[in-house]
């Protein structure tokens, strides 16, 4: 079935360092790819998203882009803050293309 | 996007006990989901939650240990039967409602079994 491979954690950045968080995946067909996000004690949030190959998805200074031919949607940010520090889940829609699969999650650290 | 209410938001059961987990929707949706997320772990689908039939299981899910019920297009439960400390988890509900889009997802419920 389509999965996704992220790297492993944690990542541990000082304030204002650029962050790339890799992700690949292994699919059929043509799924949609999304970062989720869960900071300290809360629930998931989607952070961004991209339906098709090319597409770059952004939010809160963070982007990705769908990567048809390296089958990759790494995340990045040029700088980041203390604030930023999560847990950050990729993902993509299933075979059935209504549940997501989840990569195991890559802990952020940003450090004053 | 749709605001998902869990409840409860936490619980310590005793083992051996079963209890029955909340999600409601503040809006009709397509297709509701059960995910567990073990310690320090990703997210792992247990079930499609089915409005008038029966839940669809992923491998490794049965339905004598996760019951789940969906009545109505706003609301489903899941319970946790005969629990042991392997258990212990975040429980997450998830709605979506076309192919290939986004989910959401409640607050979760973090169950500690003791």
């Known amino acids: 079935g389509n999965s996704v491979t992220q790297m492993e954690g944690p990542v541990t950045l000082s304030e204002e360092a650029f962050l790339t968080i890799n992700c690949t995946y292994t699919?059929?067909?043509?799924?949609?790819l999304f970062w989720y996000v869960q900071y300290p004690g809360e629930g998931l949030q989607l952070l961004l998203k991209?339906?098709?190959?090319?597409d770059k998805g952004s939010n809160k200074g963070f982007e990705a882009t769908y990567r048809k031919e390296t089958t990759s949607f790494h995340l990045e940010k040029g700088s980041v803050q203390v604030s930023d520090s999560a847990v950050y889940f990729c993902?993509?829609?299933?075979?059935?293309?209504?549940?997501?699969?989840f990569g195991k999650g890559t802990s952020l650290l940003v450090t004053p | 996007s749709a605001v998902i209410s869990q409840k409860p938001s936490r619980d310590i059961c005793q083992r051996g006990t079963s209890l029955t987990i909340q999600c409601q929707v503040d809006?009709?949706?397509?297709?509701m989901f059960w995910y567990r997320q073990q310690p320090g772990q990703s997210l792992t689908l247990i079930a499609t939650?089915?409005?008038?039939?029966?839940?669809?299981?992923e491998s490794g899910f049965v339905i004598d240990k996760f019951p789940i019920s969906r009545p109505n297009l706003t609301f489903s439960t899941l319970t946790v039967s005969n629990m042991s400390p392997e258990d212990s988890s975040i429980y997450l509900c998830?709605?979506?409602?076309?192919?290939?889009?986004?989910?959401?997802f409640g607050q979760g419920t973090r169950l500690t079994v003791v």
């Open positions: 809006s009709q949706v397509t297709m």
């Open positions: 939650a089915n409005q008038g039939s029966e839940a669809t299981y």
């Open positions: 991209a339906t098709k190959a090319d």
């Open positions: 699919a059929t067909g043509y799924p949609s």
């Open positions: 993902a993509l829609t299933s075979n059935s293309g209504y549940a997501l699969n």
């Open positions: 998830s709605v979506g409602n076309s192919a290939n889009t986004e989910a959401f």
